[in-house]
Each structure stands twice: as C-alpha cells, then as structure tokens.
C-alpha cells in the first residue's frame, strides 16, 4: 500500500544514492543507470561541479522572487543566451512551463508582430509529439492515455504527421504562427526524423513567416552529441525550449531561450513564475552552462553514442527488431513476440542496469555521459542476455 497518487508504474527498485553513472538502493546493490532521470541526469548524479555550485549557492541565498533582482539570475541568463546563439532568456521551472511560455509567446508574436488577427492563432505540432502533461499541451497530444478524461482541451492546434515537410507546409494558413517539434521525439521512442526534415521546416518556416520552436527539453544539451540536435541538423530555430539537464539533476530548472524581436514582446506582468529564475536554479543552471561551454560533453556524447548504437545494432535479429537514437540516446524495438518492454526493463533491473519502456515493446537508453565505454558494453551485454534467456 502507498500514500502515493498511482500516476507512475515505477521498477521494483528503491533508489538511495547516487553517484556518476551508478545509483544504490535501499538494500546495496547497484544498477547503471541507463535512463538518467530522462536525460536531466546528463553529467552524472553528484557531478562536483554542479554539487559544489549548488551547495555555494545554499549558503547565500535560494529564493528571492522575480519581484527583486537576484546576483546569480543575469550571469546564468547571458552565459545561456550565449551559448544558444541568441540574446535573450525566459526562465522557468519544468520543461512544460517553457513549452506554455513559448505557446503564449508565439501567440503574442503572431498577434502584435505577424498581424494574425485576434484570437485566431494556431500552432501546428507533429503527431507522436510528448511535449508535457499540462491541459493545454495534452490537447495537442495524440496519446489517448495522455488525454483520456481530461478535456475540454485548449484549441489552435494542428497535428501533422512528424517527418513529413510537405505535410506541415500545407497546413500552414494565414492564422499560423508557429511550428513546435521535438528535433528527435524522445516519448515517441526515440523517433529521428529524415536528415532533410529539420532543414526543411526552417526553410518553410523562413519563407512563411513562422517561429520555429525546438523543444529541446530532452535532446538538448550534450545527448545527442551536441549542445542541441539542431546543431546535428544544420538549422537554427527561432526559440529553444530547454528543461532536464539544465537543472543538472539537482533542481528544476527550464527556459526559453531566443532573440529579442520574439522573446521581447513579454511586457512586466504578462508572464511570470515565483520560482523561475530563483538564485539557487541560476546557479545550477550556469554551471550547467559552464561545464557545456568545453564541448567536452557533446565530443564524449557523439564518441560514447557511436559505440553504444553499433554494439545495439549488432543486436537486430537477435530479439530486436529496430534500433533508432543519436548519440547517447537510443530506442530499441524488442520483438513483440519475445517480451513487452516492460518485461524486458525488469530483468535488466535483476542484472543491475535502469532502464524504461515506453509504447509496449520499446526500451530507450539515456546513461549519463559520465558513462564508461566498458560500463556502456557491459549495460548491452546484459540486454543480450536477458534477450537470450527471453528465446531459450
Ligand atoms: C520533449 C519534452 N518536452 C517537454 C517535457 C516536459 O518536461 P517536464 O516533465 O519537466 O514538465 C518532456 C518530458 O519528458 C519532454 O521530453
């Protein structure tokens, strides 16, 4: 019996510690942690750099509001921007805050800059998207679960199937304001889109005159071997949406980050959050920042990712049907006939390795980069075992 709402179906496993790639439970034992808290674990659990920040920090001051200024809040807010390429950052807490801050934002800038007329703006999204679990964003959601009993929904979207450019070019109307898309669709089981896809939508987007909004709540910052996998892609969008990572596993910390001639149209009093921006958060977050700024993370990403994809892909035929990722990220098809995912998650637990299912027979990975080479063998090592125990 539990206390807890049973909105989560969690592994047997009690989690007590934490360290790099590793955590401990109740009992002592061990396990890999191949889901890093989807992907906010990125630099490990207990990373120093970030510990040590959060742990200076503690000791000045945690919250002060947005009502004051705060020390840490402008250092955090310029090293991002800079890091992204743009000028200007909305801090915010959860990922879903940021995906509503740019739904409101993009709204603003279609009314006041674009000239949509009033109340009429639509955003379109891809099918398959998992952008958050508010109202508004379910109702943009095509997971029945998501949604079931939770309407009425919030209009002014449109879903278009993920990868088509085509597609998104024809729904595009004089009401449209922006395009919202996850580079790679993380929830979705780990979906990479055609190579042209995300240069085409920003060409599309350009030539329309719509923001391109990237979600890159989880495939940002390191994952998938760069800072964003737009970079992988080639293309620029107008705001980023970052979340997980950015609070290195030790707070929650999400932002918008883009130029001023979008960002700018937020005026004192239209949006805000008692916590976004808060000293402990920025500091956190500029750490996260600083560690980013060395590429060491993105290079170790992209090197770690092509050993771990290869030695996943040696696997199809052998109990898995399909392997999709980039970099550190990777979705894997188990043959339906063989197991669930679920079943597959839970005797890799028994072998010590973390990992989560997601859409009946598919298992994603996301160890913290900290991850070794050996430790990323020895994780696709225990797959194929619990793989050839499953067929025996
Ligand atoms: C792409 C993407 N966007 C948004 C979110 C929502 O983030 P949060 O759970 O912090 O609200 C997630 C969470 O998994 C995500 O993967």
């Given at each position: ?123 379109i999204?891809a ?33 278009v199937p993920y990868g088509d450019a085509a597609a998104l070019e024809a729904a595009i ?6 395009v ?13 889109p055609p190579?042209s896809y995300?240069?085409e939508v920003?060409e599309i987007?350009?030539?329309h ?184």
């Amino acid at each position: 019996m539990t206390s807890l709402a049973h909105n989560y179906h969690p592994l047997e496993v009690t989690v007590a510690t934490g360290d790099g790639a590793w955590v401990t439970d109740v009992a002592g034992k061990r396990y890999l942690d191949c889901l890093a808290a989807y992907s906010a674990v990125n630099f490990g659990h207990g990373h120093p750099a970030l510990v040590a920040a959060a742990k200076a920090q503690l000791d000045r001051i945690t919250l002060t509001s947005r009502a004051f200024h705060n020390d840490r809040l402008e250092p955090f807010a310029a090293a991002l921007a800079a890091l992204a390429g743009k000028d200007m950052v909305l801090p915010m807490n959860t990922g879903a805050e940021a995906v509503e801050s740019a739904i409101k934002v993009a709204r603003a800038w279609g009314y006041r800059v674009k000239g949509v007329p009033a109340e009429r703006a639509t955003i379109i999204v891809a099918d398959g998207n998992f952008h958050g679990r508010t109202t508004t964003i379910i109702s943009f959601s095509n997971d029945a679960d998501a949604r079931a009993d939770f309407g009425p929904f919030t209009p002014g979207f449109v879903s278009v199937p993920y990868g088509d450019a085509a597609a998104l070019e024809a729904a595009i109307d004089e009401t449209t304001v922006a395009v919202l898309l996850e580079p790679i669709q993380g929830e979705a089981g780990i979906v990479v889109p055609p190579a042209s896809y995300l240069p085409e939508v920003r060409e599309i987007t350009t030539r329309h005159n719509v923001l391109f909004i990237a979600d890159e709540i989880q495939s940002g910052l390191g994952r998938t071997g760069a800072t964003f996998q737009c970079d992988n892609a080639g293309v620029v969008p107008d705001l980023y949406l970052l979340g997980k990572a950015l609070g290195g596993g030790i707070v929650p910390v999400s932002a918008v980050v883009g130029n001023s001639d979008i960002l700018g149209v937020l005026q004192p009093g239209q949006h805000g959050s008692t916590f976004g921006g808060n000293p402990l958060a920025a500091a956190v977050g500029l750490a996260v920042v600083e560690l980013l700024q060395t590429g060491e993370y993105q290079g170790r990403a992209r090197m770690l990712g092509e050993r771990l994809q290869s030695a996943l892909r040696g696997l199809i035929g052998h109990g898995v049907v399909a392997v999709r990722g980039a970099g550190l990220w990777a979705g894997i098809d188990i043959d339906p006939a063989l197991a669930t995912g679920r079943r597959v998650c839970e005797l890799l637990m028994e072998k010590g390795v973390l990992a989560k299912d997601t859409h009946g027979s598919t298992i994603r990975l996301a160890p913290p980069i900290v991850v070794t080479a050996e430790e990323l063998d020895w994780a696709v090592e225990q797959l194929a075992a619990v793989l050839k125990e499953l067929a025996a």
